[in-house]
């Protein structure tokens, strides 16, 4: 959706640009080629605008210890900085394209592979976003590469695999979760028009309590009342966690 919007909002400086130009010759130009290149950089879940490139799992493995493994530990599973990118999939979800443990009740983090449908996100969010202290500093062989040693980790690429833009839909037939995503939401009916008869409730809901967080009674007043710590507007309201309940 982002993604879509930025190219949207684009597009419409650019057709300002152009029509301001041919009102007012002498300011402003058409931009270049290149110029339009270097904005329409996304890459779509089918590839489509994927550069030339490679990176072998070795050589990712490389960059993640010199330029990741700080913030996410050496094999993309610590959650000290951030949560864990790698961990909580099985032969078995790889092999169904659903990763099981999304819906499983546990007290533990949902690892950004297990919510991943699509290779294309995670290397576009490398490219655009990581490191976190020097985003689009990466090559895009380094992206690859980096893209090859998570794909390693999670065990959809073998140690000896090198990703290229020819060969990286090998790997998109083997995410854990490649059928997670779902276009039956609120937003389009299944005939992909505008929802324009939502029924969803707005006001005096119904709240189903059993599906509410209980914080359990022995962390009561370690931290004061939640329920007077929040602001006095909006839909968040912290639950009664006083000494005296």
């Known amino acids: ?10 597009l419409l400086w650019l057709c300002c640009v152009q029509a301001h130009a041919q009102t007012f010759p002498s300011i402003g130009r058409a931009a270049t080629v290149a110029e339009i290149a270097a904005w329409d950089s996304d890459v779509r879940p089918d590839f489509r605008g994927l550069p030339v490139g490679s990176g072998s799992v070795s050589q990712g493995m490389k960059v993640w210890e010199k330029k990741c493994a700080s913030c996410h530990g050496a094999f993309a ?20 394209g659903r990763a099981a443990g999304l819906t499983a009740v546990t007290e533990n983090s949902k690892t950004t592979i297990m919510k991943l449908a699509t290779v294309s996100t995670l290397w576009d969010y490398i490219r655009r976003a990581m490191p976190f202290d020097a985003p689009k500093s990466l090559s ?4 690859y590469a980096t893209t090859a040693y998570l794909l390693h980790l ?16 090998q790997a998109q037939l083997k995410m854990p979760n490649r059928d997670g995503m779902s276009t039956a939401h609120g937003m389009l009916d299944v005939k992909g028009k505008g929802d324009v008869t ?5 006001n005096d809901c119904y709240v189903n309590e059993q599906s509410l ?11 004061g009342n939640l329920a007077e710590q929040n602001r006095n507007y909006g839909l968040i309201r912290g639950v009664d966690t006083s000494t005296k309940r």
């Open 213 to 223: 967080v209980v914080l359990p009674p022995s962390v009561n007043g370690l931290n």
């Open 77 to 96: 599973e610590s959650p000290a900085v951030f949560p864990p990118l790698i961990g909580g999939t099985t032969s078995a979800d790889i092999e169904r």
């Open 154 to 169: 999670a065990d959809i690429l073998p140690a000896d695999f090198t990703l290229t833009e020819k060969n990286i839909a």
């Open 1 to 10: 959706m982002f993604k879509f919007l930025d190219r949207v909002i684009f």
């Open 140 to 143: 895009v062989n380094e992206v």
């Open 198 to 202: 939502s029924l969803a409730c707005m």
